[in-house]
Structure formats: C-alpha cells, structure tokens
C-alpha cells in the first residue's frame, strides 16, 4: 500500500478555503490513494495556525475533522526522528526550515516513505533523504 506524509502547509490549506493552496489541495487529495500519516508535530502546528487565522470555534472544527477522518494514521515521533531531525536542521541551517519539516523528513525516512503532501515545495525539493533520491510531492 502506498503511504503519504501530511505537512502542515497541506493540511491547513485544505482547512482554509481561502487559502491560496486550498483548490490544488483540495484537487490533490482527491486523488491520493493509500494510507495518509500524519505526524503528530504538524498536528501542533496546523492548530497554531487555525487558531491565529481563523479564530477558535474554526480551531475546534479543524480537530473534530481529525477525530473524524478514517483515512489518517497519527504518527508520533520516535527518539531517533528527533536525533536525525536535529542532523537535517544543522545541514540545513541557512535555509530557514523548521523543526516539523526536519521532523517530517526523519519519519519519512524511517518508514520508507517517498511521497510527501506539501506546498512547501521550496524546502522538499531542496532536501536529499537518505533513502531515497528526492520525494514525490503533491500537489504537483
């Protein structure tokens, strides 16, 4: 079975209709077929996110959406996604990524997932996994 990693980006895009991404997101997820993770440390982050963007009764709508969702498989981050997170942060350094992004490739790489659903195609283009040579991201 195909397995996709969620980032945050994606997520609140879908959240927010009026996001710039939330059509190709909204189109893109259509089109996803197979089991979708979704780490636990951008979960955090699409709150923050809602909550400042949207206000709180839309925050409290985006987590009963979660609870909801059949698709998504929670994933917590292990010891060593925090040890190599720590590793692609120093690589890096002088591209202003964050810690979900640095977190997201280390789960990636962990449980051999190449495909990545993002608008954050500056920072997963650019970065080289170790088990694999680039990710697939959506939307394209």
């Known amino acids: 079975m195909t397995s996709f990693l969620l980032d945050t ?4 895009a879908l959240v927010d209709d009026k996001d710039i991404h ?3 997101v909204f189109e893109a ?8 993770i979704l780490p636990i440390p951008a979960v955090t982050e699409a709150c923050y996110f809602v909550r400042r963007n949207l206000g709180m009764a839309a925050l ?3 987590l009963d959406s979660l609870t909801g969702t ?3 498989l929670f994933e917590v981050p292990i010891a060593s996604d925090y040890t190599r997170s720590a590793e692609i942060l120093r ?3 002088d591209s202003n990524i964050d810690f979900v992004d640095a977190c997201i ?3 990636a790489e962990r449980l051999n997932i190449t495909k990545i659903l993002t608008v954050d195609r500056r920072h997963f283009t650019m970065f080289r996994p170790a088990h694999c040579e680039v990710f697939e991201i959506l939307p394209q």
């Open 22 to 24: 939330h059509n190709a």
């Open 60 to 62: 409290a709508d985006f």
């Open 70 to 72: 059949t698709d998504l």
């Open 105 to 107: 490739v280390a789960m």
């Open 29 to 36: 997820r259509s089109l996803v077929h197979g089991q979708i």
């Open 9 to 12: 980006g994606f997520l609140y």
């Open 91 to 93: 690589k890096y350094n």
